[in-house]
């Protein structure tokens, strides 16, 4: 028996020594630690990752769906406010064209009304002074025919008292006078 235990004690070093064939119980044992670890990781690890990975991957679509709503959006409001710029300066071109069409009518309506101010102001002052230059004539006349009657009188010497004759006088004296011509009588 001894020789027995010494055979497979020399047997086993020969086994043991051999560093290149690994031993059946290990190979057995390393599997069985492998599909038990494979098989937790699988269930518990893997699912929590897939539904993390999910998750992540639903708040990022989200969020650029969100992101491409809120670009819509902030892309009509430009629009809407640059339509609104636009109008704003038709209505701003608009206004001050009609300031410029209300400008040239006033100054326009000005011109006629100083226009006709001027016409009315010299009328009237044609008007006073043909008033004047006929008072002026007919002060002048006045003098003048007693500056004419009392030379005449002198002259002839003669009064010439009698109202008609006296008039007669003066104006055919003052006709002489207008024509430029002194008359011989």
Known sequence: ?????????????EE???PLV???????????????????????????FEQAYAERTAA??????AAESKQAEADARLAELEAQLADARHEAARIREEAREQGAAI?????????????????????????????????????????ATGLAGRIVGESLE???RQSRVVER???????GTPGVN
């Open 1 to 13: 028996m001894h020789t027995l235990t010494t055979a497979l004690v020399v047997q086993a070093e």
């Open 16 to 18: 043991t020594l051999n």
């Open 22 to 48: 690994p031993h059946t119980v290990e190979i057995v044992l390393s599997l069985i630690v492998f599909g038990i670890l494979f098989f937790a990781v699988r269930k518990f690890v893997v699912p929590a």
């Open 60 to 65: 990022i679509e989200g969020g650029i769906a």
């Open 107 to 147: 100054i326009a309506e000005m011109r006629e009304q100083a226009q006709t101010e001027a016409t009315r102001i010299v009328e009237n002052g044609k008007t006073q002074i043909e008033a004047e230059r006929q008072q002026a004539v007919t002060s002048l006349r006045a003098e003048v025919g007693a500056l």
């Open 162 to 164: 009698d109202e008609a």
């Open 173 to 179: 004296f003052l006709a002489d006078l207008e024509t």
